[in-house]
């Protein structure tokens, strides 16, 4: 309650100053605007001068099973398509960090396929029954850092995070919970190496110099890659969701030569309990070849 009706005071001040100060709002939100466009710039050049590796038959066939599984499906045979990266489209609905409500939300994702980088940027509003008052918030992980911002009306700084090791970490393991999107991250011989578990899990470990985070995968019967969870509680008092602990995908479909999901469910998890904070559907995926 105490976050909403800091946002409600905010979204009046924000009001406010659209009437009084329009020109000085427009200037900041492009100021904004070209923040993120920098972001995704960065996570471009990284994305182009990571080289993707071949995976040998060899390391493919000492997968764990429910993996080799999940490539079989996801591929269906045939040579992963050659990205540099990946630009996703989002819709759907978004609770804050402390709060039991959500609200419409679009987002856009640039991600680097075979190195961790990405940026991740969300258009929401404030109130419901005043669209103009929206709120733009991103966060953005390359060369191991992150940056993590929210602004009222693209223009008010409300949340300013800059890089810590807990939060890169988190980003790190952001990128590696996204990556049923683009599998080809997960093959051997990349940023991601895998360790049995059991006929239906698998542990995944990304590495990126000295820092690493983990996820349990949980595969269907036919392959496909039901959910990623972290193997320890989240804190749920901070000011942000980060990555989250778990995510499910569902709803596959074949993209550009692949299965992939297009429904997810982005959650915190604590004590037994797993709450949603981002959930919707992919309404656009277009892979980008470094060439």
Same mark, same amino acid.
């Given at each position: 309650m105490q976050t909403r009706n800091i946002l409600v005071r905010s979204a009046i001040v924000a009001a406010a100053l659209a009437v009084t100060g329009g020109a000085l709002l427009a200037w900041l939100a492009s100021r904004t605007e070209a923040d993120i466009a920098a972001h995704r710039e960065r996570v471009v050049a990284e994305a182009r001068q990571a080289a993707p590796t071949a995976a040998s038959a060899t390391a493919l066939a000492a997968l764990p099973a429910p993996v080799q599984r999940y490539f079989a499906f996801t591929f269906r045979g045939a040579p992963p398509p050659h990205a540099s990266h990946v630009e996703l489209e989002?819709?759907?609905r978004f609770r804050?960090?402390?709060s039991e409500s959500f609200t419409p939300t679009r987002a856009e994702q640039t991600i680097a396929v075979h190195t961790p980088a990405l940026v991740f940027a969300a258009t929401t509003p404030l109130l419901p029954r005043?669209?103009? +008052?929206?709120a733009r918030a991103y966060d953005a992980y390359a060369g191991?850092?992150?940056?993590?911002?929210?602004?009222?009306?693209?223009?008010i700084t409300v949340v300013d995070e800059p890089a810590s090791p807990t939060l890169n970490r988190i980003s790190l393991r952001r990128w590696l919970l996204e990556s049923p999107l683009y599998p080809m991250a997960l093959l051997p011989g990349g940023a991601v190496r895998w360790e049995v578990m059991d006929a239906n899990r698998a542990r995944a470990i990304v590495t990126l110099g000295d820092d690493s985070a983990s996820m349990v995968a949980?595969?269907?019967g036919d392959g496909r890659l039901l959910s990623f969870d972290a193997e320890e509680d989240g804190d749920l008092r901070t000011s942000y969701h980060g990555s989250g602990e778990h995510a499910s995908r569902d709803d596959y479909e074949a993209v550009e030569g692949m299965m992939l999901p297009q429904r997810?469910?982005?959650a915190r998890a604590a004590a037994g309990r797993t +709450?949603?904070?981002?959930e919707g559907?992919?309404?656009?995926?277009?892979?980008?070849?470094?060439?």
């Open positions: 989002m819709e759907g804050r960090p402390r005043v669209p103009a +008052l929206t191991g850092q992150m940056e993590m911002k929210a602004k009222l009306l693209s223009a949980t595969f269907g997810f469910v982005i +709450l949603p904070f981002w559907s992919v309404t656009q995926i277009h892979f980008v070849s470094g060439d």
